[in-house]
């Protein structure tokens, strides 16, 4: 079978499943997140009680982002305390405390769902940090995001009230009801699959080639199960999902892959049934769908149909893939990954062709809005909807209108600022390391790869991605602190802005739709949508592209 339909048939199997649990799956997030359609379990009681809250008690957009902050700053110092006394812990295989620059950007990196890592896992973390430490931010992080997206959607649904729901509730909801027992269950299919699951120290083999290598064993699957549902990404092992252990055959590949794509591309129907006209989630689908198709038949394309003698010869860019995929499912999972802010891999980005990697750049730098991350793409795409519908009110010369809520200075105001907030982060981070010759010094490339490489690194921080070309020694002080300081910002200062862009839509009273009204559910709201995404990533980012993928695909 040939590349290309291999590939093809991967990628409509994927969009097949895809569609299949897009109702019934979304309907049963509706049925987690809206208040009032199921009682407190037992569980939920016990942790509301651990946590001092009222679960009846709903919260203003303030004090809903006041938790998120807080709850945000206690996981990053339990979890750098965590690393730095891990020498002292059981079940730490012997290996050394983390030093204070790394724990910093590894403990960041994981409370932000970026899970970008300057360490191998496999010599670097025991399997007790890993399990209850960055496995238990895979889930708390990812239940963060979607607790976010919808009390941005309550700020629609809802009119005339400063409450948004509970933060606690939400959080916790989405933890028991969804995360945990999808994970239980993909858990267990992951290890009938070869997916490992121990406690083991390790073992020691002899190669092929008659070498000496030690093994790690641990915890692998659980851990797998919620890097990829969770959209978090963090491996377990260095070489992420590329490794065996963690992705032994082609279908656990496909399963990888669905599973990153679940949540984010079935939040729309939560979205749909909330608002209370399902045509507006069809229509947020529709957009995600139409900006992922395209980012991966050009990833496809460019891996590929790349120019040079040895993909000629080959067919395809096969540097850096992982044999047991093939180029194809390479290219597909690379920009899933890319599209999602998951960061997982199962091929080396740093080897693809130049604009192979210019696309999964361009996929990060879009937002990760098609679909996005477990949450953050569902109100990143909601936020450009408002931006869309102010454009078009401009054109036409009348207050716009989303939703029936009116989109004014004080809205545009919150979503211009998120809009902003991504592309300063990391075009300030990418020039301060071009400035400093420490920085330049840690680039294992020169001349425009080199650029691009820099360029990757701080767009997959502060779009919270994590996935790297990796051409950078990026554990140095550097790199450690100034990328983690971009993925604390790039979390943070976007969910506090959405937050405040809820509260003041819930305070508003529906406006009466009119002759006037956009109708934001037709293929023409979709286009537009899909067009100023695009339009303001080409305005925003050409300039730094230009220097890098670009300038690189045509010399």
Do not use: C
């Not at 963060?144 to 309550?154: F, N, Q, T």
């Not at 080639?209 to 969770?230: D, F």
């Not at 749909?272 to 229509?283: E, F, H, L, S």
């Not at 991504?422 to 400035?435: E, V």
């Amino acid at each position: 079978m040939s590349q290309s339909l291999a590939g093809a048939l991967f990628v409509l199997s994927l969009i097949a499943a895809l569609v299949l649990v897009h109702r019934p799956f979304g309907d049963y997030l509706y049925r987690v997140v809206e208040p009032g359609t199921r009682r407190h379990t037992r569980p939920e009681r016990l942790v509301y009680r651990l946590v001092g809250v009222d679960p009846e008690a709903e919260q203003t957009w303030g004090v809903y982002a006041r938790s998120v902050v807080l709850f945000s700053a206690v996981g990053v110092v339990f979890l750098y305390a965590f690393l730095r006394l891990q020498d002292r812990l059981w079940l730490s295989l012997g290996f050394d405390a983390m030093k204070p620059d790394q724990a910093w950007n590894t403990a960041v990196s994981f409370v932000t769902n970026t899970n970008w890592q300057s360490y191998s896992g496999e010599s670097a973390t025991g399997h007790l940090v890993q399990a209850a430490g960055l496995a238990v931010q895979n889930f708390v992080s990812a239940a963060v995001g979607i607790a976010v997206a919808v009390a941005l959607v309550r700020g629609f649904a809802r009119s005339g009230t400063d409450r948004l729901g509970n933060f606690w509730v939400d959080l916790t909801r989405v933890v028991l009801r969804v995360l945990l027992p999808l994970s239980v269950a993909v858990a267990l299919a992951l290890i009938a699959g070869g997916v490992i699951q121990n406690l083991s120290a390790g073992t020691d083999v002899t190669t092929i080639a008659g070498g000496a290598q030690h093994l790690t064993g641990g915890p692998v699957a659980s851990q797998e199960a919620i890097k990829e549902l969770g959209t978090n990404g963090g491996g377990f092992y260095n070489a992420n999902s590329a490794h065996p252990f963690e992705n032994p055959t082609a279908w656990t590949n496909w399963v990888q892959v669905f599973l990153l794509l679940l949540i984010p591309f079935s939040l729309p129907r939560m979205f749909g049934r909330m608002v209370g006209d399902r045509r507006q989630g069809y229509a947020i689908a529709a957009v995600m769908a139409t900006l992922a198709v395209a980012g991966v038949v050009a990833l496809n394309v460019a891996q590929l149909h790349a120019g040079g003698t040895v993909p000629e010869a080959v067919g395809a860019a096969t540097e850096g893939t992982e044999a047991r995929f093939g180029v194809s499912q390479s290219a597909t999972f690379a920009a899933a990954t890319t599209l999602t802010s998951t960061g997982a891999v199962d091929s080396f980005h740093d080897s693809y062709t130049s604009l192979g990697g210019g696309v999964a750049l361009v996929d990060m730098m879009l937002g990760e809005i098609a679909p996005g991350g477990t949450g953050s793409g569902l109100y990143g795409l909601l936020v450009l909807a408002v931006i869309t519908v102010f454009v078009a009110g401009l054109m036409v010369g009348r207050t716009p209108e989303y939703l029936g809520k009116k989109i004014r200075g004080r809205e545009m105001t919150f979503a211009s600022l998120y809009l902003l907030t991504t592309p300063a982060l990391l075009l300030i981070g990418t020039a301060s390391a071009m400035a400093l010759r420490t920085a330049r010094d840690s680039m294992l490339n020169a001349e425009a790869h080199g650029f691009s490489e820099v360029l990757y690194a701080y767009t997959s921080a502060a779009n919270n991605n994590g996935s790297a070309f990796a051409g950078i020694s990026a554990n140095t002080p550097w790199y450690n602190t100034s990328l983690g300081v971009v993925m604390l910002l790039g979390r943070l200062l976007p969910v506090v802005l959405v937050l405040a862009l809820a509260g003041s839509l819930a305070r508003q009273k529906p406006v009466p739709a009119s002759a006037g009204t956009l109708r934001t559910y037709q293929p023409l709201f979709v286009g537009m949508v899909t067009g100023v995404a695009v339009i303001v990533v080409a305005l925003t980012f050409l300039p730094a592209l230009a220097l890098g993928p670009l300038a690189e695909g045509v010399s």
